[in-house]
């Protein structure tokens, strides 16, 4: 393979040196994939970065939900009460997730504004590179709202904010415009037809959201056609989706494929394991025992659906079998030393018990795993692409189409079919079905949820449905202008 060597700096500013002694025109005139492959690898490798690890997109979208919190332990995830805040909703504008969800967005705009300005005229390339870059949009827009848009015409000067109405069109256009040239075959990694039609639903889902104005036909659409195409089937095992070895599934869409020797970052056992279930799954590192579900979600589960094994609970024991035992276990822990994983989380902060929590055990946890998994993160997933249609058509008052879509989702996780279904039900049923996937944020907003009270959360103001801009980021460009609110 073709070596390609990046010296990164700013979003715009990066230099490269590629494929020595091949010039843009011998890629736009070649008929060998593999060189427009090395291309576009680079522009992958920055959206599988750290997607998957903690302190970055992944967590503030978790952690500021329902689905979960890290509860304090002492001194142990103090981490300045970032997390703290982040579970009540009094989060700040310098919190440093913020600040790393914010770089690590951009430095993949700015990756791929780099390759389209390189190669403007390999077409294929391009139209694949600018869906990709507003995947990238997509969660910039979910997240902050009134972001920079930054293209490959972008040109000197601080860019300011656009508003997030803006924000939702360029993304619009970037998929409408370059779907006719994707790829048809589909390698779960990288950005096809389906994929984008994928994208468009996700993002006509939250169009009301994000400009005002539903458009809840749109979403029912663009899930049809991913739907009709016979691309995708739910699997038979719902967890097959998330195993060690999940790039057979016939269910994801789009997946970051990590791997531990090459593709690292996706440190699930690390943030939500406790510290003696290296001995558990024989893991090379110890756990950090961080992230936990809330009480109330873990109980949403009924005790019958095959999705409540998305949870590791109860008593807990080494892979020989022995139980293990906490003699750090503090005094006041009602289940004493034995490692036993409650649903009940005794407090938020300052003196969580080290074994209170539900943990996600969702994805596989290989024995032997190192810190980082080689299981590949679904970030688009059929079983999501029938619940939008559904949300889509119960919100356009065609209950029975919905119905025979959730009862899909809800056959395979062996639950009984509804006769029935309220917004409420669906909001529920989303719940189950994506825990840990990145969703529930998003799912609270559009349904009314997110400003609610929950368990050590009082009520919140409405503009925290948008995070801030990050100030470091206004601090290193004047021109940003803060979200409202901050």
């Known amino acids: 393979m073709l070596p390609l060597v990046f010296a990164i700096g700013a979003c715009q500013e990066l230099e490269q040196e590629v494929l020595d002694g091949v010039t843009a025109e011998d890629i736009a005139n070649s008929n060998n994939p593999n060189l427009v492959n090395v291309l576009k690898a680079s522009a992958y490798s920055r959206i599988v970065g750290s997607w998957g690890g903690h302190n970055s997109i992944w967590s503030i979208q978790e952690v500021s939900s329902d689905e979960m919190a890290i509860p304090q332990k002492g001194a142990d995830w103090e981490d300045g009460g970032q ?3 982040m579970h ?4 700040n504008a310098s919190e440093e997730s913020f600040n790393n969800s914010w770089a690590y967005c951009y430095s993949a705009v700015g990756e791929i504004n780099n390759l389209l300005i390189q190669y403007p005229d390999v077409a294929s390339l391009n139209a694949e590179l600018k869906v990709l870059r507003a995947l990238v949009y997509m969660w910039l827009i979910d997240s902050f709202g009134n972001v920079p848009i930054i293209d490959e015409t972008t040109t000197g000067g601080n860019p300011t904010n656009a508003t997030r109405a803006e924000v939702f069109a360029f993304i619009e256009k970037s998929i409408k415009d370059n779907i006719a040239l994707l790829p048809e075959t589909s390698l779960k990694s990288t950005i096809n037809k389906m994929t984008a039609q994928a994208m468009l639903a996700k993002l006509y889902l939250n169009a009301g959201v994000y400009t005002g104005t539903p458009k809840w036909a749109e979403a029912e659409a663009a899930a049809d056609a991913v739907i009709n195409s016979g691309k995708y089937s739910l699997s038979s095992n719902y967890f097959a989706n998330f195993s060690e070895r999940n790039s ?12 531990q020797n090459n593709a690292g970052g996706f440190n699930l056992p690390q943030m939500t394991l406790h510290y003696l279930s290296q001995q558990t799954f024989n893991l090379q590192e110890q756990p950090w025992n961080g992230y936990a579900s809330l009480e109330e979600f873990y109980n949403s589960y009924d005790a019958t659906d095959v999705r409540r ?5 109860g008593p807990q024991f080494a892979s020989n ?5 906490d003699i750090s276990a503090e005094a006041n822990d009602p289940d004493g030393p034995p490692l036993t ?8 902060a300052p003196n969580a018990f080290r074994q209170a929590g539900a943990r996600v055990g969702k994805f596989e946890f290989a024995l032997g795993a190192g810190s980082s998994l ?3 993160y679904p970030l688009i997933r059929y079983g999501e692409i029938i619940l939008i249609k559904a949300e889509a058509a119960l919100r356009q008052n065609k209950p029975a189409v919905a119905l025979a879509a959730v009862n899909q989702i809800r056959a395979r996780a062996s639950m009984p079919a509804y006769t029935t279904l309220t917004l409420d039900e669906l909001f529920a049923e989303r719940g189950r079905e994506m825990f840990a996937e990145a969703t529930r944020r998003s799912d609270q907003i559009r349904f009314g ?6 368990w050590e959360k009082t009520a919140s103001q409405p503009f925290r449905a948008l995070f801030p801009i990050p100030q470091n980021q206004i601090n290193a460009n004047p021109a940003l202008k803060q979200n409202p609110g901050y």
């Open 321 to 325: 079998g022995t139980r293990l035992i």
């Open 374 to 376: 080689n299981n590949d």
């Open 248 to 259: 057979g599934s016939t269910e994801n869409i789009l997946t970051l494929p990590y791997d």
């Open 341 to 348: 994983f409650t649903p009940q989380i005794n407090m938020l």
């Open 88 to 91: 009540k909703h009094t989060w």
């Open 309 to 313: 094994r998305s949870f590791l609970v």
């Open 83 to 85: 997390w703290i805040r």
């Open 449 to 454: 949820k997110w400003n609610q009270p929950w």
